[in-house]
């Protein structure tokens, strides 16, 4: 039986990982949990902590039917072992156990060293992945899975202001419950357990952004009109479809937006959700034209180009529509930060995908014509 080390990252891009290797035992390095589980108090992306409760839940379950530190079997076939670094082992020069990948990569050296001969690390990282070719470490790449079409293609206004939702059906649950039993008081601008009328202790479970979402909606049974626990709210409901992607959260999330915007129509961000939530929600027409609104206020919103794109494409099969909408994107991302190109290389790559899509579905593109020459694949 071959061995199978997973470093983090790969973990987090796909849980199902853990059951990917029936022919092999898998072993998790306990580094790797403890990076896993800092996850909880850090401010990071809400599908990444998402994925790591994912990813201990899992461990959890498998707990339950032996010991990890021993090894247990994996309901698809292998086993699956969880494994500490032994200070007594002696490492190559170059591995420090001061970082995380370091400490990753010794485990997988120290397994080797005890006799293991057809060891594989897999790992999505490019350093730690030539590293452990100088040490002899036989090394794979897994690809994540696809994280669902809003993560994959629809893009958000730079996460201005973005409330993680993390508190997903137990929230809705403590708040009708909270509604019902008449906890809140009248006092709601506070920010105190009383204002909120949540507990001292429960409150104290949660973190910031489940207490932000939290108090949004305490707010909005004593105000209905208050324009930012409108939109927090409204978030949070965009952020559960993107997790569970059902398509009632859509609806909600659009209940709320259009709610705000009768407050704040000039809000061009909260526009640009609303378009995506309209397409998810089934309503391309009203996607495409709302986040036409949106293009004609401010003509270089460069998510409102992008997401027209998608709903010309996606919703549409409108390929030269889609490709000139990603051909517009690319011109108002040449420059900027790392998040900006980011965007820039999705529109170019979605160009090349859309061009192989036409020429497919009997629609072929006049690339040059367009104007999409070296947007094709060559400079992707």
């Not at 670094?85 to 591995?95: Q, T």
């Not at 008449?182 to 489940?210: C, H, I, K, M, W």
């Not at 526009?271 to 027409?285: I, K």
């Not at 006049?366 to 094709?376: E, F, I, N, P, T």
Request: hydrophobic share 40%.
């Amino acid at each position: 039986m071959r061995t199978v080390v997973l470093d983090t990252n790969v973990l987090l891009g796909d849980p199902g990982s853990l059951g990917a290797y029936p022919d092999a035992e898998v072993i998790i390095p306990d580094t790797v949990l403890s990076e896993i589980d800092k996850l909880k108090t850090q401010r990071v992306d809400p599908e990444l902590r998402f994925k790591g409760r994912e990813v201990s839940r899992r461990l959890f379950e498998l707990s339950e039917t032996g010991s990890l530190a021993d090894g247990v079997d994996l309901p698809a076939g292998g086993r699956l072992r969880v494994v500490p670094l032994n200070s007594d082992v002696e490492l190559p020069e170059g591995l420090a156990t001061r970082n995380a990948d370091d400490r990753i990569l010794a485990v997988a050296y120290q397994v080797c060293s005890q006799g293991c001969e057809d060891l594989t690390l897999v790992t999505n990282d490019l350093n730690m992945l030539l590293k452990a070719q100088t040490l002899g470490i036989k090394v794979e790449r897994r690809a994540e899975t696809d994280a669902g079409f809003a993560r994959k293609y629809i893009i958000r206004p730079f996460q201005r202001y973005r409330v993680p939702l993390t508190i997903l059906a137990i929230a809705i649950a403590v708040f009708a419950g909270v509604f019902a039993l008449g906890f809140y008081t009248t006092n709601l601008n506070e920010t105190s357990a009383t204002a909120t009328g949540v507990p001292t202790e429960f409150r104290d479970l949660l973190s910031a952004d489940q207490r932000t979402l939290l108090d949004g909606l305490v707010k909005l049974e004593a105000d209905p009109n208050d324009p930012e626990a409108l939109k927090n709210v409204a978030n949070a409901f965009y952020n559960l479809r993107d997790q569970t992607g059902n398509v009632q959260y859509a609806q909600k999330a659009i209940e709320y937006y259009e709610r705000y915007l009768k407050l704040r129509p000039d809000d061009q961000d909260v526009r640009t959700d609303l378009a995506a939530m309209y397409f998810y929600a089934g309503a391309t027409d009203r996607a495409i034209q709302t986040a036409t609104q949106v293009i004609e206020a401010s003509p270089d919103h460069v998510q409102a180009n992008f997401n027209l794109g998608i709903f010309y494409w996606r919703g549409r099969n409108d390929y030269q529509a889609a490709a000139l909408q990603f051909k517009k994107v690319v011109e108002l991302t040449q420059n900027g930060d790392s998040h900006t190109q980011l965007i820039n290389d999705q529109a170019r790559s979605n160009i090349a995908t859309i061009i192989k899509e036409a020429d497919a579905a009997g629609q072929p593109l006049d690339v040059k014509a367009l104007g999409l020459d070296g947007l094709d694949g060559g400079t992707i």
